[in-house]
């Protein structure tokens, strides 16, 4: 029973920290409500049996924090559309094997002044899925799932390049959660 109490503490703190994020970047960006993304990004990589192709539409906060020695954090609003194509899909059809992802995510960048160089990012956000995930070992109860992601990248004045490293779980809502890792590489060109 304490491992349960343990799961559902963890899924509160996961839906917390993604409500705060939510709340706290939709205050920065609500000011300056534009519809043109500042960077379109595409995504492509494999975990647990499944390849993951993905748009992104980034929209920036505009906003700085702990400035210090030519760097800071800032964020943007991520919006995504995936599909994840899984080679051994436990399906009872067995005939389509891809499921539609629709995600938002609020994430922080920390990154030099100038927005030009290396970048660290770091996010959670919720996502949905056409359908329950079932491949091979891994079945999914929900398809309300987060996804918390951790990069490292690259920038110029109009390209980004770089790795996610990429989490999808339910918070332990509903079980069985056994989650979905992928790492992504990921290019997108910055409009601004």
């Known amino acids: 029973m304490g491992g349960y109490a343990f799961q559902v503490k963890r899924a509160r703190i996961h ?16 000011t300056d409500a534009k519809m043109q993304p500042d960077v379109v990004a595409l995504d ?7 390849r993951l192709t993905r748009l992104d539409l980034q929209w920036n906060w505009d906003a700085t924090w ?7 954090v800032s964020g943007y609003w991520e919006a995504s ?29 920390f990154e030099a002044d100038s927005r030009k160089g290396w970048f660290l990012d770091g996010g959670v956000g919720p996502n949905v899925l056409s359908r329950l995930y079932q491949n091979r ?33 339910n ?9 979905a890792n992928f790492v992504l590489a990921s290019i997108g060109y910055r409009f601004n």
């Open 66 to 72: 702990f400035a210090s020695d030519g760097t800071h």
């Open 44 to 50: 492509y990589g494999t975990g647990n049996e499944t």
């Open 137 to 169: 070992r891994r079945d999914f109860s929900t398809a309300f799932q987060f996804g918390d992601l951790i990069a490292i990248g690259y920038q110029s004045d109009r390209w980004t390049a770089g790795i996610t490293l990429e989490h999808f779980s």
């Open 171 to 179: 918070g332990a809502i509903k079980h069985p959660n056994p989650g």
């Open 15 to 30: 839906f917390l920290v993604s409500v705060v994020l939510f709340v706290w970047g939709g205050t920065v960006h609500a």
């Open 81 to 109: 559309l995936a599909t994840w194509n899984a080679r051994d899909w436990r399906d009872i059809s067995g005939s389509d094997r891809t499921i539609a992802d629709v995600g938002i995510t609020p994430v922080f960048r």
